[in-house]
């Protein structure tokens, strides 16, 4: 998942500006990778019974808001005609921001559980 975030960043870095339509096409990707990985992750732990799974589903739960939110957030920003470098690059930021938090908060979790 981390390595498609990391493909979103490279994209909004490239030299001499952003295309949006590379960024919404890596947007999703991202997308459409993290549901799918869930999905088959939580087909898994139901079909292992894994413990704590309630736990790991609301992780999971609260990775999607974050997602969803600024899957919306950049298609407002993607129908304008005129799209603010430093309004999308923040955007970005706080994606990037959260989906670590997000990310390192499920590892870690699951870390614990297996020490």
């Known amino acids: 998942m981390m390595d498609y975030?990391?493909?979103l960043?490279?994209?909004i870095s490239k030299p001499g500006g952003v295309d949006m339509?590379?960024?919404r096409n890596a947007i999703s990707v991202l997308a459409d990778y993290t549901k799918t990985h869930f999905?088959?992750?939580e087909k898994y732990m139901r079909k292992n019974k894994f413990p704590n799974i309630v736990e790991h589903l609301k992780?999971?739960?609260d990775f999607l808001v974050v997602l969803?939110?600024?899957m919306a957030r950049f298609k407002k920003i993607y129908n304008q005609?005129?799209?603010s470098a430093v309004e999308l690059k923040r955007l970005l930021q706080k994606l990037f921001k959260d989906i670590q938090a997000k990310y390192l908060k499920h590892m870690l979790a699951d870390k614990k559980k297996y020490e």
């Open 59 to 61: 992780v999971h739960a």
């Open 9 to 11: 960043s490279l994209t």
């Open 81 to 83: 005609e005129v799209v």
């Open 5 to 7: 975030v990391n493909e």
């Open 21 to 23: 339509n590379d960024v």
């Open 39 to 41: 999905s088959y992750e």
């Open 68 to 70: 969803d939110d600024f």
